[in-house]
């Protein structure tokens, strides 16, 4: 499983902190990355002992370990989720950047149609100021045009790769990922409504006012709330 680093006891400790909220009857977005992992796996430990929920995947990966633990799958088309639990590479307040497992425009998808969203982070994650570079994910035609409007914002396009085959990253939905830097966002609403606007962009990393609670596995969990 793709990790962005960071301690996997924290990990866990978080992931499971907001599993612990999800109640009996509850539909569940399952967010990708390895502490929303944790967060699966707790679920179905909680399937096994009897608990009642069902989980939308927000991913390839996520629908796999929500499989291998047992958690009863549905979708958005016959459900709408309760509550989402959802990793993050760097979180500012409630605003966050996430992408780094390249899954974030179907996880913005279930994370906003989530009644509540549950970020779960290691502290190493926290941040006063987002300055992580934003996941672009684009139709691969639009590459080189999408490059060029992120030149002209400020920002420094990089074509993710992949890592065990030539070329580039492809998405689960077929598409490319530009990793864009634009160093400290001092506006992330205004920058997350400019990349929206691009043609070409499907949907990109900053998840702006849509966490209602983040779990910071510390020694002992910090849980924010809104
Ligand atoms: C995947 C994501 C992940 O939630 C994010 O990369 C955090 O991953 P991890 O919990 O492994 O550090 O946004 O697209």
Same mark, same amino acid.
């Given at each position: 499983?793709?990790?962005?680093?960071?301690?996997?006891?924290? =990990?866990?400790?978080?992931?499971?902190?907001? &599993?612990?909220?999800?109640?009996?009857?509850?539909?569940?977005?399952?967010?990708?990355?390895?502490?929303?992992?944790?967060?699966?796996?707790?679920?179905?430990?909680?399937? *096994?002992?009897?608990? *009642?929920?069902?989980?939308?995947?927000?991913?390839?990966?996520?629908?796999?370990?929500?499989?291998?633990?047992?958690?009863? @799958?549905?979708?958005?088309?016959?459900?709408?989720?309760?509550?989402?639990? *959802?990793?993050?590479?760097?979180?500012?307040?409630?605003?966050?950047?996430?992408?780094?497992?390249?899954?974030?425009?179907?996880? =913005?998808?279930?994370?906003?149609?989530?009644?509540?969203?549950?970020?779960?982070?290691?502290?190493? =994650?926290?941040?006063?100021?987002? *300055?992580?570079?934003?996941?672009?994910?684009?139709? +691969?035609?639009?590459? +080189?045009?999408?490059?060029?409007?992120?030149?002209?914002?400020?920002?420094?396009?990089?074509?993710?790769?992949?890592?065990? =085959?030539?070329? +580039?990253?492809?998405?689960?939905?077929?598409? @490319?990922?530009?990793?864009? &830097?634009? !160093?400290?966002?001092?506006?992330?609403?205004?920058?997350?409504?400019?990349?929206?606007?691009?043609?070409?962009?499907?949907?990109?990393?900053?998840?702006?006012?849509?966490?209602?609670?983040?779990?910071? !596995?510390?020694?002992?969990?910090?849980?924010?709330?809104?």
């Amino acid at each position: 499983m793709k990790t962005s680093g960071g301690d996997d006891g924290a =990990k866990r400790r978080a992931g499971e902190s907001a &599993a612990d909220r999800i109640e009996d009857g509850q539909v569940v977005g399952l967010g990708t990355g390895s502490t929303a992992a944790h967060a699966i796996r707790a679920l179905g430990r909680a399937v *096994d002992a009897g608990a *009642d929920v069902e989980g939308i995947p927000t991913s390839y990966q996520s629908r796999q370990l929500a499989r291998e633990c047992g958690v009863p @799958l549905t979708t958005l088309e016959e459900a709408t989720p309760d509550v989402a639990i *959802d990793g993050a590479d760097q979180v500012a307040g409630f605003d966050c950047v996430k992408g780094g497992g390249a899954a974030h425009a179907r996880e =913005k998808v279930v994370d906003a149609a989530a009644d509540r969203l549950l970020l779960v982070v290691d502290p190493s =994650k926290e941040s006063g100021i987002l *300055d992580h570079p934003v996941p672009v994910e684009v139709l +691969p035609d639009a590459t +080189p045009t999408v490059r060029d409007s992120v030149a002209d914002l400020g920002g420094e396009p990089t074509l993710r790769a992949a890592e065990r =085959k030539d070329g +580039p990253v492809v998405t689960d939905n077929g598409n @490319l990922v530009l990793d864009c &830097a634009f !160093g400290a966002i001092e506006d992330p609403s205004e920058l997350a409504a400019t990349l929206s606007a691009v043609p070409g962009v499907v949907e990109h990393g900053l998840f702006v006012e849509l966490a209602d609670e983040v779990h910071v !596995g510390a020694e002992s969990v910090e849980v924010r709330t809104r």
